[in-house]
């Protein structure tokens, strides 16, 4: 059996920058999975090239599979990735209804990609291969691919959080999706609460079914945890060995409460005067969507945020919040792991999150504050599980996280390492292809748990 992977990012893509080609490694947790399986199985990874160079580079071979990049027109592009999948899907599956705009002909452009991507498919499939797709760029493709009468199994899996049934179905569209969705084999979600409200969606917009809860699986993706735990070990201490550091990194974007994050801060130093100068608060900020106008909108708020936090607490010698918005590569990324007292991952809702997993899988002596609408929070119960609209809950978690006991700290985080460990990125991987070989696995919510 070898794979036929779909995505949107590619494993690798190439960019021009000052008239030389750069390769760049995409490092995202999807990506890396996916990638450790295919060097293993061989097979295909279709995916769009993007990258300004990547036309240069439409297939190649790269860890024993092939790639292959589909190029989407420059004015298709707004109406797939900026209007429809982060204009429309992204916002609505994360229940920000006031943040979708309807564009007109957006969902037109999203279909015409989802071609793009069937196309590529359809000349790269062979008989023996899974076809596996992810996420919610490509929602149409597993209808698309069985109308072809292509009988191979098709797995799909949803990396963002799956809404209630009421709430889908506002989307114009939404019937069309989740008829494609479910003409795939196996399903997967993160959490058994995305299972759970794809198949009442489901139900209610197409009329019941046991075919939708037996096909569909709740199946948290994990990660390397030796990788992590290995690499950080050789890293270096960025930080004053006297300072307290609280560390978050994420994409820009509005899910990820960011501003009320920063807010906690000011809240924390206002209930608690004295820890003025005691701790700094280091915000990596990845540039994420930047030709949507939701993003560039939030990115001013955000700043404006930070700069008036600082602004109102700063001294000559220390400010509370230091703001990097930019990519930070691997080895950096691995230091502020190890080297951070505290991790502060409170999205407002996130269908997984790993910044979390590595985190643990890093540090020896860090205390993860989490919210508790990251698809994570199911899994790492040992951490300070926040509401991220409490600014007064992530105040006060923090200062617990600051002034916790050693013993108390390590408690906690030989637990939730035990659990990373045992769920990992080749638990995850075989996990999903037990889904796929045994077609009559019924699954029960609280699946992935019962192990
Ligand atoms: O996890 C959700 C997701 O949209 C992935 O599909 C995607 O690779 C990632 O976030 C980054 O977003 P984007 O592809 O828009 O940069």
Request: proline share 3%; hydrophobic share 40%.
């Amino acid at each position: 059996m070898s794979y036929l992977v779909v995505t949107t990012r590619c494993p690798i893509s190439y960019e021009r920058v000052a008239g030389k080609v750069l390769r760049r490694e995409n490092i995202g947790g999807v990506a890396v999975s996916l990638n450790k399986l295919m060097s293993k199985e061989g097979g295909v990874w279709i995916c769009w090239g993007d990258g300004s160079a990547d036309s240069e580079h439409l297939e190649e071979n790269y860890n024993g599979y092939k790639i292959v990049r589909v190029l989407i027109p420059q004015r298709e592009k707004k109406g797939f990735y900026d209007d429809y999948s982060n204009g429309i899907l992204w916002p609505l599956f994360h229940y920000f209804r006031e943040r979708i705009k309807y564009y007109g002909g957006a969902f037109d452009s999203y279909e015409y990609a989802n071609r793009i991507f069937l196309e590529a498919v359809l000349k790269n499939v062979s008989n023996d291969m899974v076809i596996w797709i992810h996420d919610y760029q490509l929602s149409l493709l597993p209808g698309m691919v069985r109308q072809k009468s292509i009988r191979n199994t098709i797995v799909f899996t949803w990396h963002i959080p799956w809404v209630s049934a009421e709430f889908f179905a506002t989307l114009p569209e939404s019937r069309k999706i989740v008829s494609s969705i479910v003409s795939s084999d196996v399903i997967t979600f993160h959490t058994d609460q995305y299972r759970s409200n794809f198949i009442h969606s489901a139900d209610f917009l197409l009329g019941k079914s046991s075919d939708y809860a037996k096909k569909s699986f709740s199946i948290p993706l994990g990660i390397d945890y030796s990788y992590y735990s290995v690499n950080a070990v050789r890293a270096k201490n960025p930080f004053d060995s006297a300072m307290k550091v609280i560390f978050s990194i994420d994409r820009l974007d509005y899910t990820k409460g960011l501003t009320n994050r920063v807010l906690s801060i000011r809240t924390l130093l206002e209930r608690h005067p004295e820890l003025a100068g005691k701790f700094v608060y280091v915000m990596i900020v990845n540039p994420s969507r930047t030709s949507v106008k939701e993003y560039i909108n939030f990115k001013r708020e955000l700043e404006m945020n930070i700069g008036r936090i600082n602004g109102e607490y700063a001294s000559v010698k220390w400010v509370p919040i230091i703001y990097i918005y930019k990519k930070v590569n691997d080895a950096t990324l691995l230091s502020y792991y190890r080297y951070a007292d505290v991790a502060l991952i409170t999205p407002l809702i996130d269908g997984l999150n790993l910044v979390c997993k590595e985190f643990v899988a890093a540090t020896d002596h860090g205390v993860l504050i989490l919210s508790k609408f990251a698809g994570a929070a199911t899994e790492l119960k040992e951490s300070l599980i926040v509401n991220p609209n409490s600014l007064s809950e992530m105040s006060d978690a923090l200062f617990n996280a600051i002034n916790m006991e050693k013993q108390e700290i390590e408690r906690r985080l030989s637990l939730l390492k035990a659990e990373i460990k045992k769920r990992n990125i080749s638990w995850w991987l075989a996990r999903i292809r037990q889904a796929v070989e045994r077609s009559n696995y019924e699954p029960t919510i609280s699946d992935f748990s019962q192990e």
